[in-house]
Nanobody, 113 residues
Framework: QVQLVESGGGLAQPGGSLTLSCAASGFTFLRYTMGWYRQVPGKERALVAL???????IYADSVKGRFTISRDNAKNTVYLLMNGLKPDDTAVYYC???????WGQGTQVTVSS
């Protein structure tokens, strides 16, 4: 069955960096666009970044220039490198397989001094 397992969340100081990973299994990873989303309490889940099967990436305006999404098809893994973190980046981050209802369990990112 499809599984998406996130890791790499935690506490970071403003201006700091974190890298999230999402290990995928149960499907042909390289065929799918993959995405990272985030959610804060009381708000809807919002797109952070997408990466197509060919490696084309798009980003939410709020993270452009700070976050980088990448993928390693040999490892069935998608990454989110987050630089220049701000308190507003605090959220639960979810991995998602495009055109599906498959989500990871989420990983908490907290940005605070």
């Amino acid at each position: 069955q499809v599984q998406l397992v996130e890791s790499g969340g935690g506490l970071a100081q403003p201006g700091g960096s974190l890298t999230l990973s999402c290990a995928a299994s149960g499907f042909t990873f390289l065929r799918y666009t993959m995405g990272w989303y985030r959610q804060v309490p009381g708000k809807e889940r919002a797109l952070v970044a997408l990466i197509s099967s060919g490696g084309t990436a798009i980003y939410a305006d709020s993270v452009k220039g700070r976050f980088t999404i990448s993928r390693d098809n040999a490892k069935n893994t998608v990454y989110l490198l987050m630089n220049g973190l701000k308190p507003d980046d605090t959220a639960v981050y979810y991995c998602h397989r495009d055109t599906s209802n498959y989500w990871g369990q989420g990983t908490q990112v907290t940005v605070s001094s």
